[in-house]
């Protein structure tokens, strides 16, 4: 089991930046890729970013490339999220989520681990 407790998240305005944290307890954090997601009002989750277990390799979806840098330091078992030039649009509730090695990096399931989300406002 691993448990993911994510923070960091609040109120800024636009252009501002924010770094999210997340916590993992239980299982070594070093074992599992890590990402992270988010869900605005009224819509469906959307990946944002994730990361290999030693942190060599990212995915960012398309659209953050540039505004958002995701990193982790397993001495610490966090894994963190840089998100720079807020925009409203990036209004949401941003979940981590972290998985066992396997076929398919990239892609995270529902019955994987998650946290319970730390929200984030931006406004313009």
């Known amino acids: 089991q691993v448990q993911l407790v994510e923070s960091g998240g609040g109120l800024v305005q636009t252009g501002g930046s924010l770094r999210l944290s997340c916590a993992a307890s239980?299982?070594?954090?070093?074992?599992?890729?890590m990402g992270w997601f988010r869900q605005a009002p009224g819509k469906e989750r959307e990946f944002v970013a994730a990361?290999?277990?030693?942190?060599?390799?990212?995915y960012y979806a398309d659209s953050l490339k540039g505004r958002f840098t995701i990193s982790r330091d397993n001495a610490k078992n966090t894994m963190y999220l840089q998100m720079n030039s807020l925009k409203p649009e990036d209004t949401a509730v941003y979940y981590c989520?972290?998985?066992?090695?396997?076929?398919?990096?990239?892609?995270?399931?529902?019955?994987?681990?998650w946290g319970q989300g730390t929200q984030v406002v931006v406004s313009s």
């Open positions: 239980g299982r070594t954090a070093s074992n599992y890729v």
């Open positions: 990361i290999t277990q030693s942190g060599g390799s990212t």
């Open positions: 989520a972290a998985h066992p090695p396997r076929y398919g990096t990239w892609k995270f399931l529902d019955n994987d681990y």
